[in-house]
Every structure is written in C-alpha cells, then in structure tokens.
C-alpha cells in the first residue's frame, strides 16, 4: 500500500469492469502530464454498507490478480511511459479509500462497476466518499460510444462557501495542464420564500456575476496563461451541469462546504454528475471553517 512519505501517485479502482478499464487508461494520461506513478488496487473487500461480507480471501486473491494483470496490459498498450504499480489489498473498503488518498494525487473510479465501487457509488455520493477522502475523487465517465472527452473547457461550479476558493485554485490548476480555458459557472434557482420580482432578480444575478469575478481576478494572476470566462445562470444546477458536461473536458465540483444549505446543493450537483455527466468529474474535498 502506498506509504504517505513516499511519492504521490494516481490511485485507480480495479473491480474487473470496463469501465475500470477506461478510468485506469484516462488515469494514465494524467499521470504521464504530472510526471507521477500510476497505481491500480483491487480492494477484496470484507465489508459492505450492511456489514461482514462472507468471502475467502484466499479464493478470490487469483481473480484480483487477473484483473490487474489485465488492466495493467491496457494501460501499457496504449502508454508505454507510463510506471504502473498494481496491489492488492484485504480490508474495510472505506477505510482502505481513506488510506490510500494519504499519499494519492488523484483517487479515480470508474462510472460504474460490478463489485463493491459500484455499490459504493449507488449507496452513497461521490460528496460523501470526498467528505471522507484526503485527494479530489474523480469519477470517469464516458460519452455514449465509450470515448473520455480531451478537449472542451475545464467547467468550475461555483458557490459562496469559504472552501470553494481552493476548488476553483484546484480547476484553474488543471486547466494549465491541459491548456485549456476555465469556465467558471454558478447557477442558481429561486426558493419558497424569496422575492422574484425584476429588482430582486437583477440583484440575484449582479450578486452572482461579483462572485465569479471575485473569484476569477485572484487565480488569473496566479495563473496568467490559462484563459478564464465566466457564466452566472439562473436554473436548475444539477440539471445545467449535466447539459454543461457534454461539452466540457471535465467538470470541478467542491466535496464539502461550509454550511449545510451549501453542502445539500453542491451535494445534488455532484450526485447528478456521478450518475449522468457526459465527462469525468472532479470531486475537490474542501475544509470546513471553525
């Protein structure tokens, strides 16, 4: 298992899926941009969400290295330059993520899976799992006919929460990567109980327009080469992320806010995107204040 002391490495999910499979391969082009070892584990899990799973871990050890043995040949055929480690591990699945997002620059998955990721994902968001993990979670999705996007904008959500300042830094960080343009959105929706009349509205949206430009006046100087624009939108966020991830390279969504109204809402983006996003999505763990 990957010592936290030791260098940083993409950690992929191997569970024998195809959609393993494309999460390891797109891993493989990250790690060759970050110059960083690539790490595939299969976790034999004695546990699920409803307790002690009744496995003989001895029985399952050759599968486990069968799926690796074969995920690691589908990385290397395609990316020679790639290092590519492998291991498996025997333990309590969400404590083993946990660990393994020490010493990881990225913790990757599949969209869906045939063993414990999968359930995993049904049981719980992809907002939980980065609650609890110490790397950005990325969940690779693909489009219809199986290709992973490589070009389109980096998209950014945007909220009012103190942590999604370092989920925005996380994004324009990955758009120099891939040099690619940031696209900074925050959508917004009226709720019971708020003034929708043209004055209130047109204060929503100038309120939300200085919250993007905030945001984009800091990391622009950070970032002088990446080409940032900005979209404030009223409408469904969940939905508009959707529509937005058909276009986009990869979506940033925050893990974790500040407050709990912030929290349910970033939640539903990023459960919605874990479930329907057209492309891989980024699931940035922030810190809570106080």
Not at 104 to 114: F, H, I, Q
Not at 117 to 125: A, C, H, N
Not at 128 to 152: K, Q
Request: charged residues 20%; proline residues 4%.
């Amino acid at each position: 298992m990957n010592d936290p002391e030791h260098e940083r490495s993409i950690c992929v999910g191997i569970d024998g899926s195809n959609a393993a499979i494309h999460a390891a391969q797109w891993a493989a082009t990250e790690a060759t941009a970050r110059n960083v070892p690539l790490e595939l584990v299969h976790v034999i899990a004695t546990d699920n969400d409803y307790g002690p799973l009744p496995i003989d871990i001895e029985l399952e050890r050759p599968y486990a290295r069968e799926i690796l043995d074969a995920a690691k040949s589908a990385v290397t055929a395609g990316n020679e330059s790639v290092k590519v480690e492998t291991e498996i591990i025997t333990g309590r699945l969400h404590p083993t993520l946990r660990y393994l997002s020490e010493s990881a620059e990225l913790l990757v998955v599949g969209s869906v899976g045939v063993s414990h990721i999968r359930q995993l994902l049904i049981g719980s968001t992809a907002v939980d799992l980065a609650h609890n993990a110490l790397c950005p979670l990325v969940i690779v999705r693909a489009h219809r006919e199986g290709s992973i996007p490589t070009t389109g904008p980096v998209v950014v959500a945007v909220d009012y929460s103190a942590a999604n300042d370092a989920v925005f830094g996380f994004a324009a960080k990955e758009a120099a990567i891939r040099k690619s343009e940031l696209l900074a959105v925050h959508a917004w929706r009226l709720h019971l109980g708020i003034k929708s009349d043209e004055y209130h509205l047109s204060a929503r949206a100038q309120e939300a327009q200085e919250l993007l430009d905030n945001r984009i006046s800091k990391w622009q100087r950070i970032f002088p080469d990446v080409r940032m624009d900005s979209l404030a939108v009223q409408a469904n966020p969940a939905h508009y992320f959707e529509d937005l991830s058909n276009t986009a390279q990869i979506v940033v969504v925050g893990g974790r806010t500040d407050s709990s109204m912030h929290r349910r809402a970033l939640g539903s983006v990023a459960n919605t995107l874990v479930h329907h996003s057209k492309c891989p999505v980024f699931v940035v763990p922030g810190k809570d204040n106080g």
